[in-house]
């Protein structure tokens, strides 16, 4: 296959209904400044499993989730994804908005995803551990992104 054809292999996600509008109207808002991310999410939100925010799983990466995962390349990290304006690399805190924060939203502890990166290589990541969103982190977000 030549290079940059590779087909992405992509698990079943799921994704929490408050995540779900929210990263729907980033996306919409994205859609004229910067169409390719907004594209990418929208990919990811189209293929999601919708869950009411009770029942889904505690291992499920969503928006404020600490988790740590692998790559192909022997990286281990631990970070947490964030909306754009809260992202602070040196903090482990990474924005939903990066090729790999897209990757990283709604999988499940032991999923695997192909990734591309900025420069179009493709690399694949592990979701090892996932903590659950400190309580009220969603709803500090949620402020965030409205006032935006």
Do not use: C
Request: glycine share 6%; aromatic share 2%; charged share 25%.
């Amino acid at each position: 296959m030549a290079p940059g054809t590779q087909r992405l292999r992509k698990p079943q996600i799921k994704m929490t209904r408050s995540d779900h509008e929210r990263l729907s109207r980033l996306a919409n808002a994205l859609s004229s400044v910067n169409s390719n991310v907004a594209d990418q999410l929208f990919t990811e939100l189209d293929r999601a499993r919708v869950i009411d925010d009770s029942r889904i799983a505690a291992d499920t990466v969503r928006m404020e989730s600490t988790l740590r995962y692998t790559t192909d390349g022997g990286e281990d990290r631990t970070v947490t994804l964030v909306f754009p304006g809260e992202a602070d690399i040196a903090k482990g805190r990474v924005s939903l908005l990066t090729p790999i924060g897209i990757a990283l939203i709604g999988l499940s502890a032991g999923q695997s995803m192909d990734w591309t990166t900025r420069d179009g290589r493709i690399h694949r990541l592990t979701v090892e551990s996932v903590e659950v969103p400190a309580q009220g982190a969603h709803d500090q977000s949620n402020r965030k992104l409205q006032s935006a």
